[in-house]
């Protein structure tokens, strides 16, 4: 059973006042490396009452060297069923950035999705909207909800591995949208990894995860909007269109951008642009215009 992608702070506020059975809210928030944010430390000096957090780099393939990329299918059944999380459960994801609306909860969003549960929606604006709006946090400690069992179904649709986009810069079978500001994706701004060389994959097309969301609203753009934004970047929504970022955080905002336009199938490269650099001979690169491509494999 799906459930729209986004709801409401009112809609959740009045929800939590008798929360049904199947629910359940989940801190989402994930910082940057160079910000020096702990992501559950601010959880736990404030959350939504009720909310549990969702590690997004506990809840990884800890045997990949790329950071946070999708578990096995057995660990994510293990980690949601601690959470009290069922293929029943409408879970609420939000995050806590001070100036994005949604940051690192649609990556949450994403990931249920490509364990085949549609029952999961995006709180808009999320906390700090929350708190502006005059709803109460707490520091209590939510309680440890009872076990429960998660079936997964993968949607291998949903993902893009390093393969795939290495033979699409030749046979170009889908477009390559990156979301990350401009900046780094032409390679004159660093990226926030100090390891991780500058630049974007050939062929590519940048649409800014920045644009997706109203600064001042804090809201996702309206449909007509988004359309826009993907038409103004080169981009052709009826088409495969897989997103890509720098980890593979920001690019889950292209999916949910595009879900909204009606467009379900977007697919995540999941490990991005540092899998990419990990993963390919960083010897070998050359300078196309002021971005640096990696071409040999």
């Keep these: 059973m799906s459930r729209p992608a986004l709801v409401s702070i009112k809609w959740l506020a009045d929800k939590i006042k008798a929360p049904p059975k199947d629910f359940r809210i989940l801190d989402a928030s994930w910082h940057l490396p160079n910000t020096g944010r702990n992501a559950l430390k601010e959880y736990h000096e404030g959350h939504i009452p009720g909310a549990l957090f969702f590690d997004i780099d506990g809840c990884a393939d800890k045997t990949k060297s790329t950071a946070h990329m999708l578990p096995p299918a057995k660990d994510f059944e293990e980690y949601v069923g601690n959470l009290g999380i069922n293929n029943n459960t409408h879970v609420i994801v939000y995050d806590n950035n001070a100036k994005f609306g949604v940051f690192s909860a649609q990556r949450v969003w994403w990931t249920f999705r490509v364990f085949g549960h549609e029952t999961v929606s995006i709180l808009e604006g999320g906390l700090p909207l929350w708190i502006q709006s005059g709803n109460p946090v707490t520091t209590a400690e939510t309680p440890t909800p009872t076990k429960e069992s998660f079936k997964s179904n993968f949607n291998e649709n949903l993902v893009i591995s390093i393969q795939q986009v290495e033979t699409n810069i030749k046979e170009k079978k889908f477009q390559l949208v990156d979301a990350r500001p401009n900046g780094r994706f032409e390679g004159v701004s660093p990226e926030p990894r100090a390891d991780i060389k500058p630049g974007h994959i050939l062929?590519?097309?940048?649409?800014?995860?920045?644009?997706?969301?109203?600064?001042?609203?804090?809201?996702?753009?309206?449909?007509?909007?988004?359309?826009?934004?993907?038409?103004?970047?080169?981009?052709?929504?009826?088409?495969?269109?897989?997103?890509?970022?720098?980890?593979?955080?920001?690019?889950?905002?292209?999916?949910?951008?595009?879900?909204?336009?009606?467009?379900?199938?977007?697919?995540?490269?999941?490990?991005?642009?540092?899998?990419?650099?990990?993963?390919?001979?960083?010897?070998?690169?050359?300078?196309?215009?002021?971005?640096?491509?990696?071409?040999?494999?």
Excluded at 216 to 233: G, M, S, V, Y
Excluded at 263 to 270: I, L, N
Excluded at 272 to 289: K, L, P, T
């Design 203 to 297: 062929n590519s097309v940048n649409l800014p995860f920045t644009k997706v969301v109203d600064e001042a609203t804090r809201h996702i753009l309206p449909e007509e909007e988004l359309k826009k934004l993907f038409n103004d970047a080169g981009v052709d929504l009826n088409k495969p269109i897989t997103a890509s970022c720098g980890s593979g955080i920001s690019a889950c905002t292209i999916a949910l951008a595009a879900y909204i336009c009606g467009k379900k199938d977007v697919a995540v490269y999941d490990g991005s642009w540092m899998r990419f650099v990990i993963a390919s001979d960083c010897e070998d690169v050359f300078r196309h215009g002021t971005g640096l491509l990696l071409v040999n494999f």
